[in-house]
């Protein structure tokens, strides 16, 4: 085990290097610059591939040929970058191909802010580009876990062959905290379906997202959805934190939910017993666990860095059950922990008022 005080972008691209990276393509765009600074610097001391494209288009077409030939590939950009890319990540996830793609989001709509948002929720969990597709996507809260995401971000693609998307922000890319490396080790797996040649063992693979009769392509569909359902039922990850006793469940994720945790803590201590579901994965959603809370609950609210994105997704999974709210800065402004707490026994006051 070795550790480090790394900034979390390149603690992501370290993590990279030692989840068996084999090629980077990207443009740089703050606030994740530094993901292609540190692997261009640091990728080819391992014989391995980094391209700065001419541009996000470019680079996640790139993307496609390297992960079609079986190579571990991936690609980095902040949210108008990601935005061009989904056409291509559109083309992956038709074409079934294993990718990294990370997205440290920044504050929009437009050029925005450089500042860190979460405005790019609806983009990530619910395709973004063209067609019937999803993405795996995970939200680290820490620089450990910006590593971390890395070795399962690779392996969850790998599985299922579908491209998987890191949704961090500027926060977390840009902040500095100790890492932890050696706890998870690359896994190799066999990719029989790559576009490696014709040899005297096999037959020439073909890779593509074009179906041109409709017959063919709703067969493909059905499978991709059979491929999203089991995905579904394996891979829900989210962290409880002080939900034994709760009757009221904040949700957040990313850096709301580091916010978020003093804000509980804060409102343990006036006799508040809240508790906060924080998910881990956005594509698979922790509905089910939203759902049982709120069987005990007497309301929810969610914290976003947006105008109220996941806050569907909540309402969605509680089902009428219990009143779901929603606290949002925007612009790139973060929220205080005491913001929170008032937003909380403004919510509790409505309640007894009801």
């Known amino acids: 085990m070795e550790t480090k005080l790394m900034k979390g972008n390149e603690a992501l691209a370290e993590a990279a290097i030692q989840a068996g990276c084999d090629a980077y393509f990207g443009y740089p765009i703050t606030p994740q610059s530094e993901v292609l600074e540190y692997l261009a610097l640091e990728m080819p001391k391992h014989g391995r591939i980094v391209l700065q494209a001419e541009s996000e288009v470019a680079s996640i077409n790139m993307v496609y040929g390297a992960a079609g030939a079986g190579f571990r590939s991936m690609t980095s ?34 050029l925005g802010t450089i500042q860190p948002g979460q405005g790019d929720y609806f983009q990530s969990t619910k395709g973004g580009g063209h067609g019937d597709y999803r993405l795996i996507v995970l939200a680290p809260s820490s620089v450990q876990e910006m590593a971390d995401f890395v070795f399962l971000g690779f392996d969850l693609a ?68 059979a491929k999203y359902e089991e995905i579904k039922k394996n891979e829900v990850r989210f962290e409880e934190i002080h939900t034994e006793d709760a009757e009221y469940i904040i949700v957040a994720y990313g850096l709301c939910a580091r916010i978020c945790h003093k804000a509980i803590n804060i409102a343990r201590e006036k006799g508040i017993k809240v508790g906060m579901l924080r998910p881990i994965t956005l594509f698979p959603y922790p509905s089910e666990r939203l759902h049982e809370l709120a069987e005990t609950a007497k309301s929810m609210l969610t914290v976003e860095l947006n105008a109220g994105q996941m806050v569907e997704d909540v309402r969605l999974a509680v089902n009428g059950k219990v009143p779901v709210e929603f606290y949002g800065r925007m612009g790139g402004m973060l929220p205080n922990p005491e913001e929170i707490v008032e937003k909380l026994e403004n919510l509790i006051h409505n309640n007894h008022a009801i």
């Open 77 to 110: 950009s902040s949210s108008p970058g990601i935005s061009l890319m989904q056409e291509g990540i559109s083309y992956i996830a038709g074409a079934e191909l294993p990718c990294l793609i990370v997205n440290v989001n920044r504050a929009g709509p437009g």
């Open 158 to 225: 790998d599985k299922y062959r579908n491209p998987v998307l890191i949704l961090s922000d500027g926060a977390i890319g840009q902040m500095m905290e100790k890492v932890t490396f050696g706890k998870f080790k690359p896994k190799k797996i066999d990719k029989p379906w790559a576009t490696t040649g014709k040899t005297k063992d096999r037959e020439r693979n073909y890779i593509t997202s074009l179906h041109i009769q409709p017959e063919k392509l709703e067969i493909h569909n059905r499978k991709l959805v």
